[in-house]
């Protein structure tokens, strides 16, 4: 459903700053007056440097923090993968930002502080999901990792047993609340859609 979003606000954008023609339907398909395709190349570019982008760069930053040179390495083998320049920027997908919302999940279930980083990633994982399926092969590893963090570094004065499920549940209301959120006005308005 988040995808759903995400082409819900770029075919506004694309009816406001291109035409109405960019988004009739059934009309629509196969449309490929140039000004419409820079605009679709613009919306998975901007996507990218939203999010993709931004992930790599603070990944490879944490990865590398004192060599720049190897740091622009991972940035730059990130970005100028073929698959991201032929499929999304070529055929206008945005694969990238499940990716990038992905690695993002990542970056936060990893940082040492708190727990709570866990949580943001967690929420981080479910938009991923949710945004492509592809993420479903990420998983059963991001799964096995929080439950990992389930069990690890026991705060003073709680028992393992009561951090463990306090943790647990957390993950799951999280998990809960996200796909609720993401998913209820489809369910709430699904007669809506079967016209369509």
Same mark, same amino acid.
């Given at each position: ?12 954008? !694309?009816?406001?700053?291109? %035409? ?7 009309? &629509?398909?196969?449309? @490929? ?9 613009? !919306? ?19 990865? @590398? ?10 940035? *730059?083998? #990130?970005?100028?993968?073929? &698959? ?5 920027? %070529? ?8 990716? *990038?919302?992905?690695?993002? #999940? ?10 709570? =980083?866990?949580?943001?990633? &967690?929420?981080?994982?479910?938009? &991923?999901? =949710? ?8 998983? +059963?590893?991001?799964? #096995? ?7 690890? @570094?026991? +705060? @003073?004065?709680?028992?393992?047993? $009561? ?8 993950? %799951? ?17 699904? $007669? ?5």
């Amino acid at each position: 459903p988040l995808t759903a979003y995400v082409s819900y606000v770029c075919g506004w954008l !694309s009816h406001v700053l291109v %035409g109405h023609e960019t988004v009739a339907l059934l009309t &629509s398909r196969a449309y @490929e007056e140039v000004n419409h395709k820079a605009f679709m190349r613009a !919306s998975v570019l901007i996507l990218d440097v939203l999010v993709y982008f931004t992930a790599v760069w603070f990944l490879a930053k944490r990865l @590398e923090p004192r060599n720049v040179k190897q740091r622009m390495w991972i940035i *730059g083998l #990130a970005l100028i993968q073929p &698959s991201i320049i032929l499929i999304d920027h %070529g055929h206008f997908q945005y694969n990238t930002v499940a990716l *990038g919302l992905a690695l993002w #999940a990542f970056h936060y279930m990893t940082l040492p502080a708190t727990f709570t =980083n866990c949580i943001v990633g &967690s929420i981080l994982f479910c938009l &991923s999901l =949710n945004f492509k399926q592809m993420a479903l092969y990420y998983a +059963p590893v991001v799964f #096995a990792y929080l439950l990992g963090k389930c069990f690890a @570094e026991q +705060p @003073e004065g709680s028992s393992r047993a $009561s951090q463990f499920f306090g943790r647990f549940f957390a993950l %799951g209301i999280t998990v809960i609340v996200t796909f609720t959120a993401l998913w209820l006005p489809f369910v709430l308005f699904r $007669s809506d859609g079967v016209s369509v």
